[in-house]
C-alpha cells in the first residue's frame, strides 16, 4: 500500500504537540527556495538546525551562491526555533565517486537515488552524533523528485545511524506553492537545474532546444 508520507508527518507532529514536546530536528537542506516553506512548516514543531551538505553541486561558484541565499534567507525570514546552520564539507570527488558508471543515466534515475542516499547518510550521522531526535531533507518539496524514494533512502539510513527519519512529502498541502511565493517575497535566487553537472547539462540542452521555456529551480 502507498504511504501518505505528509499524513504520516502531521501524525508525528500532532503527538508531539500534545505531548508538550518540541523535538530537535536536523533539516538537511538543498537551496533557499525548497528551504523557505519547509523551514515555517518545521520551526512551527520542531527546533531545527539547518544543515547545507550537497557536495553534488557544479560548479563552486554556484555551490557558494545556493550556500549564501540560505544563510541571508534563514537571516531575513528571523523564525522562532530555527536553532543554527552548519555547512557540512564541500568535496565534489565524493559525489561522483559515489555516482561512478551512472554518468549517462536520466534524470531521476538511479544516479539521482545514489545522490539521495550520499546527501542523507551524511546528515543520518550527524543526527546522530549530534543527538537529534530526527533529520529530514527539503528535497521532498520538489514535485520532479520521488518523495517516496527519498523516505525509503531516508528510513535505511537512519536504521544504519540510530536516529529517527521524519517522514515527508513537503510538496503536499500547496507545500511548493508556497515556496514559489516565498521565494518571491525574499527576493530569492532560483536556480534553473538542480546541481550537478548532469542536470545542468541536460538543462542546458533542453534550453537550446525550447528556448522559450521558463527557469524554474527543480
Sequence with gaps: MKINYQKELDRIT????????RPRLLLHVCCAPCSSYCMEYLSEHFSVTVFYYNPNIHPAE???HRVEEVRRL??????KHIDGFVEGTFEPS???????GLENCPEGGERCRRCY????EETAKLAAEKGFDYFTTTLTISP?????ALNEI???VGEIYGVRHLPSDFKKRNGYKRSIELSREYGLYRQNYCGCIFSKNSRDKQAQENPSAGAEEK
Excluded at 534563514?74 to 523564525?79: A, K, R, T, V
Excluded at 520532479?144 to 517516496?148: D, I, P, Q
Design 14 to 21: 500532532q503527538e508531539n504537540d500534545v505531548r508538550g514536546v
Design 62 to 64: 554556484e555551490y557558494r
Design 74 to 79: 534563514i537571516s531575513e525570514m528571523g523564525l
Design 94 to 100: 565524493d559525489f561522483y565517486e559515489a555516482v561512478k
Design 117 to 120: 542516499r550520499l546527501r542523507l
Design 144 to 148: 520532479l523528485k520521488s518523495a517516496e
Design 154 to 156: 531516508g528510513e535505511a
